[in-house]
C-alpha cells in the first residue's frame, strides 16, 4: 500500500511538472501565434499635389505572385466606370471590355478608386471574371468610403484606413499596385509593388521610389508606407 502512494505521489508530481512548463511556455511573449491586423493604413505620397479631380487613382489588392497591370501610356476601362469605346475597340481588339478583364481584372482581388475626393471599394464576390458584357462592366457597384473605412487628402498625400475584412482576399498575405489614369483613361504610372505583405498585427511595409523626369507630379507616386494593427 506505501508503495502505491509513492507511486501514486510521483505520477501527481510529473503532471504539476509538465503543467508548469507548459504554463510557462504559453506565457512567453516570444512564442506567442502572431495575430492577424484588422484594420490597414496606407499612406500613397505623390510627387506634387493632388488632383482626384483631374486624375484617377486605383490601388489594386491581389495575393501575392498573381497580380498584372498593364503599362503606363495605354488605356484602362476601369470596372463601374464610362468607357471610350473607340479606345476600348482599339485597344482590345475583337475582345473588347474581355480583353482587360482577362489580362488585368482577373487577377485583381478587388480596387479602390480615389476620383473627385472620394474613394470608392470595388470588392466583388469571387473577384472579377476573364470575360465581361458591357452591361455587367457598368453594373459593378462600389462601397463608399465612409462604409469601408477613413480617407483624407493633405496636400501631396492621400491616406486610406479601413477595416481589412472588407477586401476580399480571404487570406492573410497581398500584394498591391497604384495607377494613375488621367480623365480619358490613359494611364499615366503604373507602379506594381509585387511583395509578399502579411497582415499581422504591427507589421509595416514601403518605400520611397526613385523617379526622373516628372511630366506630371500630381500622378507620379513618390512613396508608399502600409501598415496593420
Known amino acids: 500500500?506505501?508503495?502505491l502512494?509513492?507511486?501514486f505521489s510521483f505520477f501527481v508530481l510529473v503532471?504539476?511538472?509538465i503543467g508548469g512548463i507548459s504554463g510557462c511556455a504559453s506565457r512567453d511573449p516570444s512564442i506567442r501565434?502572431?495575430?492577424a491586423g484588422a484594420r490597414m493604413t496606407l499612406d500613397l505620397t505623390f510627387m506634387g499635389a493632388v488632383n482626384s479631380a483631374q486624375y484617377q487613382y486605383v490601388i489594386a489588392f491581389a495575393l501575392p505572385g498573381t497580380l498584372v497591370i498593364p503599362n503606363a501610356n495605354t488605356y484602362l476601362a476601369i470596372p463601374g466606370q464610362s468607357i471610350n469605346q473607340d479606345r476600348t475597340s482599339s485597344t482590345g481588339g475583337t475582345e473588347g471590355l474581355s480583353y482587360f478583364y482577362r489580362n488585368f481584372f482577373s487577377t485583381w482581388k478587388d480596387f479602390i478608386l480615389v476620383a473627385n475626393n472620394?474613394?470608392?471599394l470595388y470588392a466583388p464576390v469571387g473577384g472579377f471574371p476573364t470575360s465581361i458584357t458591357d452591361s455587367l462592366h457598368n453594373g459593378y457597384l462600389a462601397i463608399a468610403s465612409s462604409q469601408f473605412g477613413?480617407?483624407?487628402?493633405s496636400d501631396t498625400k492621400i491616406h486610406l484606413e479601413f477595416d481589412l475584412l472588407r477586401l476580399g482576399l480571404g487570406a492573410t498575405h497581398m500584394t498591391l499596385a497604384v495607377l494613375t489614369l488621367d480623365s480619358n483613361g490613359s494611364i499615366?504610372?503604373?507602379q506594381n509593388f509585387n511583395r509578399d505583405m502579411e497582415a499581422l498585427s504591427n507589421n509595416q511595409y514601403g518605400d520611397t521610389l526613385s523617379r526622373l523626369n516628372v511630366a506630371i507630379p500630381a500622378a507620379t507616386l513618390k512613396s508608399w508606407s502600409l501598415s496593420f494593427r
Open 150 to 153: 477613413n480617407t483624407s487628402f
Open 5 to 7: 502512494r509513492i507511486a
Open 33 to 35: 501565434k502572431p495575430i
Open 188 to 190: 499615366i504610372d503604373a
Open 1 to 3: 500500500m506505501t508503495r
Open 15 to 17: 503532471l504539476l511538472t
Open 118 to 120: 472620394t474613394a470608392s
